[in-house]
Nanobody
Framework: QVQLVESGGGLVQAGGSLRLSCAAS????????MGWYRQAPGKQRELVAT???????NYADSVKGRFTISRDNVKRTVYLEMNSLKPEDTAVYYC??????????????WGQGTQVTVSS
């Protein structure tokens, strides 16, 4: 059973910073992509940033230059450094591990979500 445990969310003022972490646990042979998505009230879940096992990264246009995704493959942990936060960044942030190879096959997994609230 694969679990993703997120941490680091909270309340911050506009212009502030937060760092999210997501650690994968379980009997895992490999993880292809790890990333962050977010869902604001009344909106669809959207991609924030992803990082592949080869080191390539991808960001939503709305966060480019402000957010940085990084990954520790040994610890199976992905981080999201969020700077210059804006009220529109307020959302529940979800971690996703994509194409996770376990004894049960290859599947995607999601974390439980962590709330990020940016006050104006």
């Amino acid at each position: 059973q694969v679990q993703l445990v997120e941490s680091g969310g909270g309340l911050v003022q506009a212009g502030g910073s937060l760092r999210l972490s997501c650690a994968a646990s379980g009997i895992i042979f490999s993880i292809n992509a790890m990333g962050w998505y977010r869902q604001a009230p009344g909106k669809q879940r959207e991609l924030v940033a992803t990082s592949t096992s080869s080191g390539s990264t991808n960001y939503a246009d709305s966060v480019k230059g402000r957010f940085t995704i990084s990954r520790d493959n040994v610890k199976r942990t992905v981080y999201l450094e969020m700077n210059s936060l804006k009220p529109e960044d307020t959302a529940v942030y979800y971690c996703k591990a994509g194409l996770v190879r376990t004894i049960a096959g290859i599947h995607d997994y999601w974390g439980q979500g962590t709330q990020v609230t940016v006050s104006s």
